[in-house]
Nanobody, 125 residues
Framework: VQLQASGGGLVQAGGSLRLSCAGS????????MAWFRQAPGKEREFAAT????????SYADSVKGRFTISRNNAKNTVFLQMNNLMPEDTAVYYC???????????????????WGQGTQVTVSS
């Protein structure tokens, strides 16, 4: 599957953004999806994941309660709604996919096979 992330931009602290990740192909529903992020000078880190059906979600502690991951399999798209953004959320956000019908959350980079190109999110203070 090929992934295309979009929706990043510049926002003030306390604001919101909605990221989208569009997948190619007719088998999008067989993939568990995730968002990772990488801040300047830091390693890529897990942010959120959603199971193939959308039933199960999991979040990093740093975004829990502020970010919501969702998906629309009919439109081959996964979303990341980001509210109450903080300057420390500034990063390049990547969507990722792994073929799985499990509801067990996978939060490691190695657990994902396919990656999008990333979209920049910048939060000003």
């Amino acid at each position: 599957v090929q992934l295309q992330a979009s929706g990043g931009g510049l926002v003030q602290a306390g604001g919101s953004l909605r990221l989208s990740c569009a997948g190619s192909g007719r088998t999008f529903s067989r993939y568990a999806m995730a968002w990772f992020r990488q801040a300047p000078g830091k390693e890529r880190e897990f942010a959120a994941t959603i199971s193939w059906s959308g039933v199960a979600t999991s979040y990093a502690d740093s975004v829990k309660g502020r970010f919501t991951i969702s998906r629309n399999n009919a439109k081959n798209t996964v979303f990341l709604q980001m509210n109450n953004l903080m300057p420390e959320d500034t990063a390049v956000y990547y969507c990722a996919a792994r073929e799985s019908y499990s509801t067990v959350a996978v939060t490691t980079i190695r657990g994902y096979t396919y990656w999008g190109q990333g979209t920049q999110v910048t939060v000003s203070s």
